[in-house]
């Protein structure tokens, strides 16, 4: 893929597990990396050891986000490749799930990721693309994720109507849907490190191919969707996630 070579690439929340590793993908394929996160010393960490830009934004903020263009705008004049990947998870059933959990997912998950397309849209170039981090979770029934899967699937609805809205401009949108990837977001989630083994062990055997994706896993997807040999792609949704989401019926 060295058509990625100098194109200028924004990623939310790159100082961590999936974005991190899809920054470090884009940088060693020649591209302009910019990543985003809320903490200070997080940002500037990732940004050193990346060699990228980082800039402070929580993309729940659209104050925020409204600053990230204008600076984006000043050091790369327009974007190529914009990677929508902060996210965050939390856990309850239905019947316990309470209203600033439920904000916090929404705000960050859909909303925040809506008015980042949004805003992004006038300084997107001429053939770029735009990628929306999902995940499985928008199609499945698993218990306590109702909230996390209606953000996610609203996403993918979002992903499907700008794709079509955008495509006279010659931008692409697509939605990438992994399943469970070793990131530190599970350790996000306040499990006691026990519960949290169990749970993963668990998963781990519905995998058919018995792991967990790694972030390099999802970069290498993420880095095809943004590159020209993608170019007739768009509105789609790809699944990643080592074959989970297939009903075998019988085994
Ligand atoms: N890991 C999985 O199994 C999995 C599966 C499917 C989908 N996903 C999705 O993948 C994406 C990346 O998650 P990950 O697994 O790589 O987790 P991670 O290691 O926790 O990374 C999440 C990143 O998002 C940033 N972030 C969170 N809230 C933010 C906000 N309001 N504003 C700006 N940045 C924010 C975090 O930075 P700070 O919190 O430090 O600000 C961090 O850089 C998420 O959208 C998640 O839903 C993950």
Redesign the pocket.
């Known amino acids: 893929m060295s058509n990625l070579i100098n194109k200028n690439v924004v990623i939310?929340?790159?100082?961590?597990?999936?974005?991190?590793?899809t920054a470090k993908k884009f940088k060693q394929k020649g591209a302009n990396v910019i990543?985003?996160?809320?903490?200070k010393t997080?940002?500037a960490k990732?940004a050193t050891e990346l060699d990228v830009e980082g800039i402070v934004?929580?993309?729940?903020?659209t104050d925020?986000t409204h600053n990230l263009v204008d600076t984006v705008k000043e050091k790369f004049g327009s974007v190529d490749v914009l990677f929508?990947?902060?996210?965050?998870?939390k856990f309850a059933p239905v019947e316990e799930m309470d209203e600033a959990q439920f904000d916090d997912i929404m705000?960050?998950?859909f909303k925040?990721?809506f008015f980042t397309l949004q805003k992004f849209i006038p300084i997107l170039s001429k053939g770029s693309s735009v990628i929306n981090?999902?995940?499985?979770?928008a199609y499945t029934g698993m218990p306590n994720t109702a909230v996390?899967a209606a953000?996610?699937a609203a996403l993918n609805a979002l992903t499907r109507t700008a794709a079509y809205e955008l495509a006279p401009q010659e931008i692409r949108v697509n939605s990438?849907?992994?399943?469970?990837?070793?990131?530190?977001?599970?350790?996000?989630l306040g499990m006691p490190e026990e519960a949290f083994n169990e749970f993963a062990g668990v998963v781990q055997e519905r995998i058919p191919m018995k792991r967990?994706?790694e972030?390099k896993d999802?970069a290498n997807l993420v880095a095809f969707l943004a590159s020209d040999e993608a170019s007739f792609i768009t509105g789609a949704e790809y699944n990643i996630d080592g074959g989970i989401n297939v009903n075998p019926i019988l085994q």
């Open positions: 939310t929340g790159g100082n961590s597990g999936i974005g991190y590793a990543i985003t996160g809320r903490n997080a940002v990732a934004a929580d993309q729940a903020n925020d929508i990947n902060a996210g965050v998870v705000n960050i998950n925040g990721a981090l999902s995940s499985i979770n996390y953000s996610k990438v849907n992994p399943g469970p990837v070793n990131t530190a977001i599970f350790g996000k967990f994706g972030p999802i």
